[in-house]
């Protein structure tokens, strides 16, 4: 009923000199038609290969019309172009640019998969599967990027880690109340490694947790296994650990002086921080009244709390008084504790402040790839969901590095599908080839073809 009711077409008689009839009659017409990009970022990686190899079919061989590796990239590639949710997939699948995505041809007759095979894929997979998904993505990413920037180039590399609130609004497995979030939610942890300190931070993992997990949950054995690989492909790289006060705990710490890397922790502040911390605190409260504005002292002592077994560490101190109109002043002081050599002011400020970069690369896979689309009961189902988004998000941000040189280069990842992705075309198949007819009319034409070549494609 739905096809004939929107088959119809709408006719607008007063908007032009002549009456306008629209009508939803182009078969080999697409709203994508820009998404080939995506393809080719994604035959650079392999990723959709690699990934899918991981997830084993468990269903019978005679019955299978649509592969768990077809089942996998169509869910990919409609996430990265704006489809979150399973239900598009009754529209998609007669799509003839996401049938090329998906199996390298157009079929008129038949269609990619429906929403209860995608939902029926969703909920099949199983926990190893799963962990072999995310050791599989964190590799190709690293992969990825020794190739880009050779191996012995690299001279720094940083790990951020960070945990983000999915809130959820149902029955889903592990979901708990969070008090600091104030909300029903799971609680994932975004992994970020940025290479000699290029301006972005690139997304390696990403990993569905319970609502109620502390912060640190399953923190050491990521950074166990990504420091591990890192220095199997970067051996002459230093490795710097960044995060915040959430992660401070003597395990951890003690994980990070045993394994030699530098790192540097937001730390919560306690009565003796604050007594360490009284001095600079008088001093930011005299420049603040001297200049009538917020101010700022640094400095750093030596401590150990106890239960870090005598093991004294550097924390770096930051005496803040905040002002404000028509409020009273504010003290504010911050902690870090770090094994890095150079001024306070320089490391609180130049290197641990920088990791608030990464909160918009979260905000591009919340708002842009709905990464918290987690509605199905299982749990396991909603890993699946985000390591789909999370790989959606590897191949956008390949469009950008392609991008570079162009004004493109820093584009969100909402932008990207505007100018890049979201370009109607039609499909024109023949037995030699297959061609799609872009707009001559695409502002970002010159950006697009530039980004093709880099990813690639030859002029024609």
């Known amino acids: 009923m739905r096809d004939v009711i929107t088959a119809q077409g709408v006719l607008f008689k007063d908007i032009a000199t002549r009456p306008v009839w629209v009508q939803f009659d182009e078969r080999r017409g697409s709203a994508d038609g820009g998404a080939i990009l995506l393809k080719a970022a994604d035959e650079r990686l392999s990723l959709s290969e690699r990934l899918a190899g991981c997830l084993e079919d468990r269903r019978q061989r005679g019955k299978v019309e649509h592969t768990v590796r077809d089942l996998f990239r169509q869910r990919l590639y409609a996430i990265a172009c704006g489809f979150p949710d399973g239900n598009d997939a009754a529209r998609l699948g007669l799509d003839p640019v996401h049938q090329l995505l998906v199996d390298g041809r157009i079929d008129e007759g038949t269609s990619l998969a429906s929403q209860p095979t995608l939902s029926r894929f969703e909920n099949a997979v199983d926990r190893a599967s799963l962990y072999r998904m995310s050791v599989e993505m964190a590799e190709a990413v690293m992969d990825r990027h020794a190739r880009r920037l050779g191996r012995r180039k690299v001279k720094h590399i940083t790990i951020d880690l960070d945990p983000t609130d999915d809130p959820t609004h149902g029955g889903q497995q592990l979901t ?36 109620n997990a502390s912060a640190k949950a399953g923190a050491i054995g ?12 970067f051996s002459k790289a230093r490795i710097l650990v960044r995060l915040d006060g959430g992660f401070a705990g003597p395990e951890l710490l003690n994980f990070l002086d045993d394994s030699k890397v530098d790192y540097i922790l937001g730390m919560a502040e306690n009565k003796v921080l604050q007594r360490r911390a009284r001095r600079l605190m008088g001093r930011a ?19 150990a709390a106890k239960s870090w077994e005598s093991r004294k560490r550097r924390i770096i101190i930051k005496a803040e008084i905040v002002r404000a109109d028509d409020k009273q002043p ?18 609180y400020q130049r290197v641990y402040c920088q990791r608030a970069e990464i909160e918009n690369r979260i905000k591009e896979l919340h708002h842009g790839l709905e990464i918290d689309r987690t509605s199905c009961t299982s ?10 988004t999370a790989a959606a998000y590897v191949l956008m941000q390949e469009l950008r590095i392609a991008a570079r040189g162009t004004s493109l280069e820093r584009a969100q990842v909402s932008t990207l599908r505007d100018h890049l992705i979201k370009l109607g075309g039609w499909v024109q198949q023949s037995v030699r080839r297959l061609v799609v007819h872009l707009p001559k009319s695409v502002p970002r034409r010159c950006e697009w073809q530039r980004i093709a070549r880099s990813l690639g494609a030859v002029p024609a």
């Open 330 to 347: 504010k003290d504010n002081g911050r902690f870090v504790v770090t094994n890095l050599k150079g001024a306070p002011r320089h490391l």
């Open 379 to 388: 749990f396991l189902a909603n890993q699946l969901r985000v390591l789909i």
């Open 176 to 211: 708990f109340f969070n008090g600091h979030y104030d909300s029903w939610c799971y609680l994932p942890m975004a992994c970020f490694v940025t290479f000699n300190h290029e301006p972005d931070q690139y997304l390696f993992g990403y990993v569905l947790r319970a609502g």
């Open 285 to 303: 409260r005299r420049l603040s009244r001297e200049r009538d504005k917020t101010a700022h002292v640094f400095g750093e002592t030596r401590y």
């Open 222 to 233: 990521i950074l166990s296994r990504t420091i591990e690989r890192l220095r199997a492909r």
